[in-house]
C-alpha cells in the first residue's frame, strides 16, 4: 500500500515538474530541440532588431530629413542669387554701350524715349533705372510698378544714398560690380550697380547704371514656383514680425546661417539668413517641409523588422524540414545522383529540381552556380523565391497549374545573383518523379545578350545616334501624352521648334565633322537651358524641338526661349575653331495654336521660319497670319527655282562717282527679278531664301557672268574703262572653287580682272578668318579689286582688317544716313574713313540722299559716292544713255540721272 502511494505521488506531479522546468523538455524530446533554438534565435534577433533600429535607423532619417531641409533652404538662396545674378547680367549689356556713356555724359532725351521706355521694365523684370554720375547728379532715375503695369516714384530711401560718395555711384574700376540686397523702407531690394562703359568695356568711368527689383510677395511666390518650394522672406528689419520669426533671429548668425525645426510630427521648418549688399543681415527665408522622410522611415523600420523576422522564422523552418528531408532522401537515392550528376553537370543550361511544396532548391548543376555565383553548399539553402525577382504571385500561378494539370511552363523570368544583379532568363518547368515524391524541373537558359540587344536596338529606335537626344518618334510619343495629360488637367504646354542659322554655311566651310561636334554641343547647352521634367528632342539635321510641359503662362515660354539665345552668345569652340553660332526659335501654345502634336509641330515649324524672315536670331509666337505668309514662300521658292532657266532675272546698275572729279567710276551690278505673275520683286524678299536653299551658289555665278559681260560691251561700244562690282554671298565666298569660277568667268567674258570688284561682307569673313585670309590672297593673284561691304556692321575690328588682302571700304548706308542726325553716326563715319585711310584703303559711301551728305563726305576725303542723290540703279540701256550724257561740271546733273 506504501509504494503505491509512492509512485501515485510521483505520477501526479509529473505534469508540474514539466511545466516549471522547460529545459527537460529538450532532454525528453530530442526532435524539438533545433524548433526551440530557432525560437530562442528569433527572440534575440527581434529585440536586437527593435533597439537598434531605434537608435540607428530612425535617427539616421531625421538626419537625412534635417540634410534634405537644409538643401532646399539652400536652394531657395540660390533662387534669389539667381535672380540678382540675371540682372546683373541685363545691368552689364547696358553698362557697355557706347549711347549709354554718352547719354551719362550729355543726358540725351532721345536715348531716354529710344531705350528707358515703359515697356523696358516689365520686359526685364525691374523696378527701378538709375544712370547716377559720378558726382551723385541723377541723369536718370525711374520706378515702376510691375503688379500695376505703370511708372511709380523712385524709392526716396534710395534716392538719399546715391551721394558721390555711395559704393553704387562710386566705381574705380570697368570691372566693378556692386550687387546684392538692400533693405529699404519700401522693402528688400535686389539691386546691381556697375560702372558705365563703352562698347568696348573702356573708361573713364564718369557715372553708374543702377538696376533693381523689389522683393516682393509677387517675386518670393515667382521664386517658390520656380524652385518647387513652400517658400517665405521676412525681413530683419520689418516692424511686425510672427513670433517664429522673433524666435528663431537671434539662433542665425554668420557661422550658423540655417537652422531646421520640427514643429510637428507632420511638419519641419528651414530658416536660413540672407545677408544684405553690405554683409549685414537682411532676410530669413524660411522653407516648410513635410516630414515624409521621417514618417516613411517610421513605417520602413517597422516593416525591416517585421520582414526580417518572418523571413528568419521562414528561412529557418524550410531549413530545418529541408535538412530532416535531405538527410533521408540521400539514403535512398545515393546511386541516383551518381547518374544525375555525370549526365547534368556538363550540361550548358541550368537545370533545378525543387521542391513542389517548398520551393527549396533540391538539386542544381554547375551552370547554376556558374550564373548566379552560389557555391554549391549555399545552393542548397536557396528556395525559388530567393532567386527569383519577378512577380512571384504569377510564378506561384503557374506553378501551381503545372501541380495540377502537370503542363508545361515556358517564359521569360528575372533571376537574382549572390551580389545583387538581375540576369534575364527563360524558364522551361515539368513536373518529375523524383525519389518517390513530385519534384519541379526547371531547365532555364540565360538570355541577358539577346535582352542587351532588344535595348540596344529599342534605344536606337527612339535616340537620335548623334546628340543622344529623344528622336522624332519619342518626341511625338512624349507629346502625345503630355497633351493627353493637359487636356484633362486644363494646363497649358508649349512646343518649341528651334533651327541654327546658317548651319548649311558651317557645313560646307568647315566640313561635316564639325557640323556633328556643333549639334553635339548645341544638345548640350539646350538640356541646360530647361527643366529636367521637360523634352529636347532631335528631328533631324540641325532641327531641335522641346516640349515645355505644365507651364503657367506664355511668358513661361519666353522665359525658355531668352535662355536659350542667351546660352548661344557664348562663342562655340570646336576642334580648334571658334565661331559664333545663332538660332531662330518658334513658339506654339496648347491648346491655343493646336490640340494635337502633328499640329503643334507644323505651326511651330512654321513660327521658326517667321523668326528666320525677322532677321534670324530671335524668336516669335505662332499666328494665323503666317500660314498665309509660309504658303507664299513656298510658291515664291518653287518660282525661284526655275527663275533662272526661265531668265526670269535681270541686272540693275548703280553708277559710282569718284567724289573729286564727278566721273563715273565704277557701276554696282544689283540683281532684280521679273516675276511673271508678281511683276518685279526686291531682292530683299528673294535673296535670303536663295540663301537659305542654296540657290544663291548658281545664281550668283549668273550675276558675275552677266555683270563682267555687260562692262566688256560698254567698252566695246567705245566707253571709258569702268569697275564691276559685283556682291559675292556667304555660301559662294564658302566654297572653295570660287576663285577658278571667276578665272573662267574673265576668260570666256574676256573681262580684263581690274575691271572687276567683288564685294564681300564682314560676316563671311569673320565666319572662317583664317580660310577667307586664303581665299582673298587666291582672289587678289586673279588681279581683281576687293572690298569690305557693309563695313561697321559686323564684327570686325583694326586687328581684323589689317591682316585682310583688300583695296576698298563701303560704308554702310545706315550710317551715312544719320550723318547730320546723329552725333554718334558723323563720329562713326569719319572714324572708319580715316582708318582705311590710314591702312591706305579707298572709302565709298553707300547711300548717298542729300547734298549735306556728299558734302561731308567730300571734306572728309571720301573718294567715292553711290545713292539716289546721284543716280538711282538703271538698266544697262539707261546707264548706257546717262554714261553719254554725264555732266561732270554739275557732278553728273543729277536730275538727268532721275528723269532716266
Known sequence: MRLKSTNSTITNTLPFTHKSCPLKVLFMFPKARPLFLIAAI?????????FSSRLILLKSFAQLEQDYVTENVKRSFSAITNDIEQINTTTGDYAGWDDAYAFVLNGNEAFIKANLDDAIFPKLRLNLIAYVRNSGEMVFAKGFDLHKGKESPFPFSLHKQLTAASPFVRHTSADSVLSGILLLPEGPLLIVSRPVLTSAYKGPIHGAIIMGRFLGVAEVA????????????????AP????????????????NTISIRSRSNETITGYGLINDIFGKPALIAKVDMRRNIYNKGVGTVNYFIIWIIGFCLISALIGYFMYTKLVISRKKRKDTEERYHSVISQASDIILLVDSESRCILEANAAFQKLLGYSFEETGALTLNDVMVDDQTGVEWHI?????????????????????????????????????????????????????????????????????LPNRSLFLDRLNQSLFKNERSKKMLSVVYLDLDQFKVINDTFGHHIGDLLLKEVAIRLRGSVRKADTVSRLGGDEFTLILDDIAAPEDSVLVADKILQAFTSPFSLDNHEMFVTASIGITLFP??????????????????HAKEKGRNNYQFFSEEMNAR????????????HALDRNEFLLHYQPRIEVTTGRIVGVEALIRWQHPEKGMISPATFIPLAEETGLIVPIGEWVLRTACAQNKAWQDAGFQKIHVSVNISVRQFARNNLASTIRDILKETGLAASCLELEITESS???????????????????????IDDFGTGYSSLSHLKNLPVDILKVDQSFV???HENKSDKTLVSTIINMGHSLGLSIVAEGVETAEQLSFLGERSCQEVQGFFLSKPLSSESLQTLMGSWDQSEFGNQQKAKEI
Open 42 to 50: 528569433l527572440t534575440v534577433i527581434f529585440l536586437f532588431l527593435h
Open 222 to 237: 515667382r521664386l517658390a514656383d520656380i524652385s518647387h518650394l513652400d517658400l517665405s522672406v521676412f525681413s530683419i528689419n
Open 240 to 255: 511686425l514680425q510672427p513670433p517664429e520669426i522673433k524666435d528663431i533671429s537671434p539662433i542665425l548668425s554668420a557661422k
Open 400 to 468: 501551381n497549374r503545372i501541380l495540377s494539370e502537370g503542363t508545361c511552363f515556358l517564359g521569360e523570368q528575372k533571376f537574382l545573383t549572390k551580389d545583387g544583379k538581375t540576369v534575364a532568363v527563360e524558364l522551361n518547368a515539368n513536373l518529375i518523379s523524383y525519389a518517390d515524391q513530385r519534384v519541379l524541373c526547371m531547365v532555364i537558359r540565360d538570355i541577358s545578350e539577346r535582352e542587351k540587344l532588344e535595348g540596344e536596338l529599342m534605344h536606337m529606335a527612339n535616340y537620335d545616334s548623334l546628340t543622344g
Open 592 to 609: 491655343t495654336d493646336g490640340d494635337t502634336a502633328d499640329k503643334l509641330l507644323k505651326n511651330s515649324d512654321t513660327a521658326m521660319y
Open 630 to 641: 509660309v504658303s507664299e514662300r513656298l510658291h515664291l521658292e518653287t518660282g525661284l527655282r
Open 765 to 787: 569673313i569673320m565666319l572662317n578668318p583664317e580660310q577667307a585670309v586664303s581665299t582673298l590672297k587666291e582672289l587678289k593673284k586673279l588681279g581683281v579689286s576687293i572690298s
Open 817 to 819: 544716313k544719320g550723318i
